[in-house]
């Protein structure tokens, strides 16, 4: 699957594919190599989603081996090794002003009642929002930033 946006990990081609030792689904634990590669494709990158998911489990970034998903500063490791300009932030207010025109942003964040965590892709299209495997879609949902409270954040990455 090369250089398609991916709107929800639940869907396919991509939902059925393993991650990490524990052979968890995408569709149950990849929504960070899902961020990843929406975010790259976004910036203009050239990405093949399996790479990704490949590279991400070879530099050991699915977390207590891919049960929880991906360890949510790992995502440097990725972007260091293929040389892709990111700023990391670990407060939600830094990150949301950051967030502007032009800009991809990845949010890791609790999931509603604190169940879990979820990496999101972000961006800005005509003054809107809007986000990427924020829920099982088909196409891009808008987003309000106010979803991300400082209680719910961890962290952002923006390309």
């Given at each position: 699957m090369k250089e398609?946006?991916?709107?929800g990990q639940c869907n396919s081609p991509i939902a059925q594919l393993c991650y990490g030792r524990t052979r968890q689904t995408v569709a149950k634990t990849g929504c960070g190599?899902?961020?990843v590669y929406n975010a790259l494709v976004?910036?203009?990158?050239n990405a093949v989603f399996e790479d990704v998911l490949r590279e991400m489990e070879r530099l050991r970034m699915p977390w207590m081996f891919g049960l929880f998903g991906t360890k949510p500063f790992?995502?440097?490791r990725y972007f260091r090794k293929n040389n892709i300009p990111y700023e990391n932030y670990?407060?939600?207010?830094?990150f949301k002003n950051a967030l502007h025109d032009g800009k991809i942003g990845i949010v890791c964040a609790w999931n509603r009642g604190f169940k879990g965590l979820h990496f999101y892709c972000l961006y800005r299209e005509n003054d809107n929002l809007l986000s990427?495997?924020?829920i099982s879609s088909n196409k891009a949902q808008s987003f309000e930033l106010s979803e991300i409270t400082p209680l719910r954040f961890v962290t952002g990455y923006i390309l």
């Open positions: 398609k946006l991916i709107y190599a899902v961020a976004l910036s203009g990158k790992a995502l440097r670990l407060s939600s207010k830094s990427l495997n924020f």
